[in-house]
């Protein structure tokens, strides 16, 4: 079965350092998202990709936070200098036909800074 | 802007049935969505509700009233893997989903 597929699972980076999650979402899906989940908190939306570029944000998705689809498979997530705060669950998704159908999400990569 | 509210905690023992409601406010939207998180685990999608009414799906099925702004999970045949967060999601016309705080769901043997 299809499924999405994040790297790395964990990551552990010091505060002020730049850190890149990576995603493969489902191959024939159009409609890619990145969000975050916080330690018992709801999930999060950060940013909404389609068609090569950022269809929606929100207001945690501010200037240090980025999104590029280098190639026809992967769907990164980067954060230029990073926050104590921004320790969290990040999870990708993709769907098919955007939020008219279901989103299907990655086992997230799990980020601590320190 | 979205918001949607859940009981943050429910209760059940195994074999009983459990109703999960979710109350939102929102301008428009396609559609109410519920998903199951285990703990540390990826939100699974369970159910997809588009129009109004009752949708079935084995066990779960999920309840939609836009007058009413409220729909609701229900889960029968409790099983002690049922344990997980649920939440709720809808889909505002954009492109994105906006989660519910989640409902904690403990199954008891």
């Known amino acids: 079965e299809p499924e999405v597929t994040q790297t790395p699972s964990h990551q552990v980076t010091q505060m002020g350092q730049e850190v890149i999650l990576r995603c493969v979402p489902i191959?024939?899906?159009?409609?890619f998202y990145w969000y975050r989940q916080i330690l018992g908190q709801k999930v999060e939306f950060l940013v909404s990709?389609?068609?090569?570029?950022?269809?929606?944000k929100s207001e945690i998705f501010d200037d240090q936070f980025s999104v590029e689809r280098p190639d026809g498979s992967n769907f990164t997530l980067k954060i230029r200098s990073t926050k104590l705060e921004d320790s969290a669950m990040y999870f990708c998704?993709?769907?098919?036909?955007?939020?008219?159908?279901?989103?299907?999400f990655g086992q997230g990569t799990r980020l601590t800074v320190v | 802007g979205q918001s949607l509210e859940q009981p943050s905690e429910v209760t059940a023992v195994e074999g009983a049935i459990v109703q999960i409601n979710c109350t939102y406010q929102?301008?428009?939207?396609?559609?109410l969505s519920w998903y199951q998180q285990h703990d540390g685990g990826a939100p699974t999608f369970l159910s997809y509700?588009?129009?109004?009414g009752l949708e079935e799906t084995g066990r779960f099925s999920s309840f939609l009233s836009r007058s009413d702004s409220y729909g609701y999970l229900l889960l029968q045949e409790l099983q002690m893997k049922d344990s997980a967060s649920y939440f709720c999601?809808?889909?505002?016309?954009?492109?994105?989903?906006?989660f519910g705080p989640g409902t904690r769901l403990s199954v008891l043997p």
């Open positions: 998704a993709s769907s098919e036909g955007g939020s008219r159908t279901e989103a299907f």
């Open positions: 191959s024939n899906h159009l409609y």
């Open positions: 990709f389609y068609n090569n570029e950022i269809s929606e």
């Open positions: 929102t301008s428009g939207f396609y559609g």
């Open positions: 509700n588009a129009l109004d």
């Open positions: 999601a809808v889909s505002p016309y954009g492109q994105n989903f906006v």
